[in-house]
């Protein structure tokens, strides 16, 4: 399965491992050790562009339909290396129809080693690049920069699909020797901008750059977040908080920026929002693994929020298999409207009769643009959350509460209301704490809707309420508790199917009615 152009032939002996996380293949080894610092050019050598003498090994192999998740190439790096380099390409036979085509990931792990959730993890790019780099000072957008160490190092291969043909692959690891550079002491975003005290702030936190599979640069994606009006950005990469550094001077009074990752699994993507900066969260098992609590646990403690993504998207391991126990929200509207985000908001809907009593956490619902490149427009959809200020702890708070609902554009802005017969009062996300007969009127107030917009309330039971919106922007609706478990609001757009509602514009989370038991 591995062919070695090194000097001493292969090391070892492959092994194929499960350790609590998703199957894993080690290789046979690559070694660098007759190019030691000391011993010449060696085979395979060279200089590169700056005089430093290089020394490169070249490895290739075939992978089975059905490999394990992750293939591990150890790569023995002796002292007095300054940079790794990397360039790997694989084969992409005709299939049949139907048939999935060849896909590999790459990445790389240090000689901290390739543990589940361990301190090894130095990068990761997916399928976006053939090759990468990293140094002391510098890295390939997605690696993390830092000192090269004497060690076992490991390229990471991830066959994301595999042809009936399987998959030919080809890695060539260089080393370029000499003195490491000094290494650059990141800035990160801070965690507060100026905001307006107590106030309704907009964001869009599911966002890539060209620090994972996105196009644009960190400059261009706060640029176009200032011009959708938008208050506040998460930078969540595939697999890696490599982009975390990258905003240095991209943040100010008008526009605050979160860390964090879209951790990207065999079995669902999960958006881990505002977590610390640097902070790492592995990816590397399946639900079958029975791991995830423990990287969920890890994304709260690093302060951040667990929110699945997209979870009845169709692309290949997309759809979210782990359940919602350790969710804090979830993103029920991914990018423009479409059926798989009607499906998520069907289902989200269908948690919240179990937290009508009060007794069980709330699953807040959120809206993200997933925006990777042109034309993906950015804030669409937004999150619009009632925060005390323009913080990252006041912003999760609020999230984490449900005071939100998701706009398609900075343009729409609503109120939502419910209010009891002595003047009782609750808005988004909250609880109207009156008696079961209590007659509630219940208001929805909508500005900056699309023309010829559809208004309508939903409840425990179901849609209750829609008519047009009117040129007001307001409908009223009455219930009661005995009702109504709760309430919650949409703005569709017009239908285009007879019987199917429009496309979204906007939606809330919900309001409960009644006193909790």
């Given at each position: 399965?591995?062919?070695?152009?090194?000097?001493?032939?292969?090391?070892?002996?492959?092994?194929?491992?499960?350790?609590g996380a998703a199957a894993a293949l080690t290789l046979n080894g690559v070694s660098f050790a007759a190019a030691d610092a000391g011993g010449g050019t060696g085979r395979n050598g060279g200089r590169d562009g700056e005089g430093h003498r290089t020394e490169t090994r070249k490895v290739t192999g075939r992978l089975p339909l059905g490999a394990p998740d992750y293939i591990y190439l150890p790569v023995e790096v002796p002292r007095g290396v300054r940079e790794i380099a990397v360039t790997y390409a694989y084969d992409r036979p005709a299939t049949p129809p139907g048939t999935p085509g060849n896909a590999c990931d790459i990445g790389i792990f240090d000689e901290r080693g390739t543990d589940l959730g361990g301190r090894g993890f130095r990068g990761w790019s997916g399928g976006a690049r053939t090759e990468f780099f990293l140094r002391a000072d510098d890295a390939t957008p997605g690696y993390l920069p830092g000192p090269v160490n004497p060690g076992t190092w490991h390229i990471a291969l991830g066959p994301y699909t595999v042809a009936p043909q399987g998959l030919a692959y080809e890695v060539a690891?260089?080393?370029?020797?000499?003195?490491?550079?000094?290494?650059?002491?990141?800035?990160?975003?801070?965690?507060?901008?100026?905001?307006?005290?107590?106030?309704?702030?907009?964001?869009?936190?599911?966002?890539?750059?060209?620090?994972?599979?996105?196009?644009?640069?960190?400059?261009?994606?706060?640029?176009?977040?200032?011009?959708?009006?938008?208050?506040?950005?998460?930078?969540?990469?595939?697999?890696?908080?490599?982009?975390?550094?990258?905003?240095?001077?991209?943040?100010?009074?008008?526009?605050?920026?979160?860390?964090?990752?879209?951790?990207?699994?065999?079995?669902?993507?999960?958006?881990?929002?505002?977590?610390?900066?640097?902070?790492?969260?592995?990816?590397?098992?399946?639900?079958?693994?029975?791991?995830?609590?423990?990287?969920?646990?890890?994304?709260?403690?690093?302060?951040?929020?667990?929110?699945?993504?997209?979870?009845?998207?169709?692309?290949?391991?997309?759809?979210?298999?782990?359940?919602?126990?350790?969710?804090?929200?979830?993103?029920?509207?991914?990018?423009?409207?479409?059926?798989?985000?009607?499906?998520?908001?069907?289902?989200?809907?269908?948690?919240?009769?179990?937290?009508?009593?009060?007794?069980?956490?709330?699953?807040?619902?959120?809206?993200?643009?997933?925006?990777?490149?042109?034309?993906?427009?950015?804030?669409?959809?937004?999150?619009?959350?009632?925060?005390?200020?323009?913080?990252?702890?006041?912003?999760?708070?609020?999230?984490?509460?449900?005071?939100?609902?998701?706009?398609?554009?900075?343009?729409?802005?609503?109120?939502?209301?419910?209010?009891?017969?002595?003047?009782?009062?609750?808005?988004?996300?909250?609880?109207?704490?009156?008696?079961?007969?209590?007659?509630?009127?219940?208001?929805?107030?909508?500005?900056?809707?699309?023309?010829?917009?559809?208004?309508?309330?939903?409840?425990?039971?179901?849609?209750?309420?829609?008519?047009?919106?009117?040129?007001?922007?307001?409908?009223?609706?009455?219930?009661?508790?005995?009702?109504?478990?709760?309430?919650?609001?949409?703005?569709?757009?017009?239908?285009?199917?007879?019987?199917?509602?429009?496309?979204?514009?906007?939606?809330?989370?919900?309001?409960?009615?009644?006193?909790?038991?």
């Amino acid at each position: 399965m591995c062919d070695d152009d090194s000097t001493n032939g292969p090391l070892g002996r492959r092994a194929l491992l499960v350790t609590g996380a998703a199957a894993a293949l080690t290789l046979n080894g690559v070694s660098f050790a007759a190019a030691d610092a000391g011993g010449g050019t060696g085979r395979n050598g060279g200089r590169d562009g700056e005089g430093h003498r290089t020394e490169t090994r070249k490895v290739t192999g075939r992978l089975p339909l059905g490999a394990p998740d992750y293939i591990y190439l150890p790569v023995e790096v002796p002292r007095g290396v300054r940079e790794i380099a990397v360039t790997y390409a694989y084969d992409r036979p005709a299939t049949p129809p139907g048939t999935p085509g060849n896909a590999c990931d790459i990445g790389i792990f240090d000689e901290r080693g390739t543990d589940l959730g361990g301190r090894g993890f130095r990068g990761w790019s997916g399928g976006a690049r053939t090759e990468f780099f990293l140094r002391a000072d510098d890295a390939t957008p997605g690696y993390l920069p830092g000192p090269v160490n004497p060690g076992t190092w490991h390229i990471a291969l991830g066959p994301y699909t595999v042809a009936p043909q399987g998959l030919a692959y080809e890695v060539a690891i260089t080393l370029h020797f000499g003195p490491g550079a000094e290494p650059h002491t990141p800035a990160y975003p801070p965690h507060r901008a100026k905001g307006r005290g107590r106030a309704w702030y907009r964001g869009d936190n599911h966002l890539h750059s060209v620090y994972s599979d996105g196009k644009r640069t960190p400059a261009r994606i706060a640029a176009l977040a200032r011009a959708a009006g938008l208050d506040f950005i998460t930078t969540t990469e595939h697999n890696t908080t490599a982009s975390h550094r990258a905003w240095e001077g991209l943040w100010g009074d008008d526009l605050l920026i979160l860390t964090g990752e879209e951790v990207t699994t065999r079995n669902g993507h999960v958006v881990a929002m505002g977590t610390d900066p640097g902070v790492f969260i592995d990816w590397r098992y399946r639900a079958r693994d029975d791991v995830f609590t423990r990287f969920a646990r890890r994304v709260r403690r690093a302060g951040g929020l667990v929110i699945p993504a997209h979870p009845h998207a169709t692309c290949i391991g997309c759809n979210w298999k782990f359940g919602y126990e350790e969710a804090d929200a979830v993103e029920v509207w991914n990018g423009p409207f479409t059926l798989d985000d009607e499906v998520a908001i069907a289902d989200w809907d269908n948690t919240l009769v179990a937290h009508t009593h009060g007794r069980n956490p709330f699953l807040p619902a959120v809206g993200h643009s997933d925006a990777h490149r042109d034309p993906d427009v950015i804030g669409l959809p937004q999150t619009v959350v009632l925060a005390d200020d323009l913080t990252r702890d006041a912003i999760l708070d609020g999230i984490r509460a449900g005071r939100a609902y998701l706009a398609e554009s900075s343009a729409l802005s609503l109120t939502f209301t419910a209010t009891g017969p002595k003047g009782e009062h609750a808005t988004i996300g909250g609880r109207l704490p009156v008696h079961d007969s209590a007659q509630i009127a219940v208001r929805l107030t909508v500005t900056g809707a699309p023309a010829d917009s559809t208004a309508r309330i939903l409840t425990d039971q179901g849609q209750r309420f829609t008519a047009p919106l009117p040129a007001s922007g307001t409908v009223t609706w009455h219930t009661t508790p005995a009702n109504a478990a709760y309430v919650r609001a949409e703005i569709r757009h017009p239908a285009t199917t007879p019987g199917v509602p429009g496309p979204m514009a906007a939606m809330t989370n919900p309001m409960f009615l009644g006193r909790p038991t």
